[in-house]
């Protein structure tokens, strides 16, 4: 078993900057690559960005190409998401999961998840 636990969220103006992180207990948490998702009202849940249980691979959604980053440190036991020119349509709550299948987009490949964060952009 692996517990995730976000921090990080909250209300933030457009163009402005948050960083989440997500704290894993449990089972060896460097064996695991990490995501993040996001959902946001009335919608399904997406996929954000992703990182190999090295940290050497990163993958992201198009939409947050280039403005938020994901990293690890495995030492601590933390994946963070450096999020930057924040805008309302990123307004979702934010979810961790781990995946025992290497780097994945799917959220169906993932096999623990946190409770979720909630950021708020406003205009």
């Known amino acids: 078993q692996v517990q995730l636990v976000e921090s990080g969220g909250g209300l933030v103006q457009s163009g402005g900057s948050l960083r989440l992180s997500c704290a894993a207990s449990?089972?060896?948490?460097?064996?695991?690559?990490m995501g993040w998702f996001r959902q946001a009202p009335g919608k399904d849940r997406e996929f954000v960005a992703a990182i190999s249980w090295s940290g050497g691979g990163t993958f992201y959604a198009d939409s947050v190409k280039g403005r938020f980053t994901i990293s690890r440190d495995n030492a601590k036991n933390t994946v963070y998401l450096q999020m930057n020119s924040l805008k309302p349509e990123d307004t979702a709550v934010y979810y961790c999961?781990?995946?025992?299948?290497?780097?994945?987009?799917?959220?169906?490949?993932?096999?623990?998840w946190g409770q979720g964060t909630q950021v708020t952009v406003s205009s």
């Open positions: 999961a781990a995946s025992s299948l290497g780097v994945q987009i799917q959220s169906i490949k993932f096999d623990y």
């Open positions: 449990g089972r060896t948490f460097s064996s695991y690559a």
